[in-house]
């Protein structure tokens, strides 16, 4: 289990210091492996942040290329994964993740802007696959990964 130090400042008027408030504190709970896959730079770090904030320690890459070099690497808790990117997009990942790993299957969360094509409406229904529309809130990713990893467990 990770440690954290907690911090408190002095006061707000004059310039910051840091001081330790207690001695070590163990953080609850284990830490849950998450993939990120999305091809926008900015966009991609904004969820790998908060994902980071919310405990989770998340690999991040621009593709589904990047992703099955990971997949082979190490074992993931869960797969948020966008559909849309360069050289692989989520369905082709998707497939070549389960034959890698048929147990991953249960672990993603896909999210689209094109939830109207036709296509990608057919791989939702045929894989029965969780999916989050773009624009999302942070809290409504925040829930479909609580209904997912509750899921899987």
């Known amino acids: 289990m990770r440690r954290q130090r907690p911090i408190s400042y002095t006061d707000p008027a004059e310039p910051v210091t840091l001081e330790i408030a207690d001695p070590l504190v163990e953080v609850a709970g284990p830490t849950r492996r998450v993939l990120l896959l999305e091809d926008r730079e900015d966009f991609r770090e904004v969820l790998r942040e908060h ?14 290329v990047e992703g099955l070099l990971e997949i082979r690497k190490a074992v993931f808790d869960l797969i948020i994964c966008d559909m ?6 989520g369905e082709m990942f998707y497939w070549a993740v389960t034959r890698i790993r048929p147990a991953a299957a249960q672990r993603f ?11 990608i409406q057919f791989f939702f229904k045929r894989v029965n696959a969780t999916v989050l529309i773009k624009p999302f809130k942070l809290n409504e990713l ?12």
Not at 84 to 89: F, K, L
Request: avoid cysteine.
């Open 51 to 64: 994902l980071a904030y919310r405990r989770y320690e998340v690999t991040s890459v621009p593709s589904g």
């Open 84 to 89: 849309m990117m360069p050289r692989m997009g």
């Open 109 to 119: 969360i896909f999210f689209t802007g094109y939830q109207n094509n036709p296509a």
């Open 142 to 153: 925040d829930s479909t990964i609580d209904d997912v990893l509750r899921r899987i467990v």
